[in-house]
């Protein structure tokens, strides 16, 4: 078995495990109010990270191109409250304006 696979298969098993643990430990009682905020804020937070990475990063450095561009347009247009549709738009057109230009 390949090192990928290992990894793919402890992921599975701890994945598993810590979703059976939950209801496990609270045997169907309510989540803890501070608890229950902070996983509320994880999947932005994660989401975020993720986003920042792909756009910023790559081979461990800090990269400004057009992405950045597009993700800084994208902003704009959510600070205007322009729909998701447009600012879609907007970050694609300005990303992809960049790259045509370099």
Known sequence: MSAVWLTIAGLAVTTATVKGSGP?????????????????????????????????????????????????AAAVAIAVRAPLLVTIVVAAVVTAGLRALA
């Open 24 to 72: 496990l430990t609270l045997g169907g009682r309510a989540l803890p109010g501070p608890l229950l905020l902070v996983i509320t804020l994880l999947a932005p937070a994660l989401l975020a990270a993720l986003v920042i990475t792909q756009t910023f990063a790559e081979d461990e450095t800090l990269v400004l191109d057009a992405r950045a561009a597009g993700v800084g």
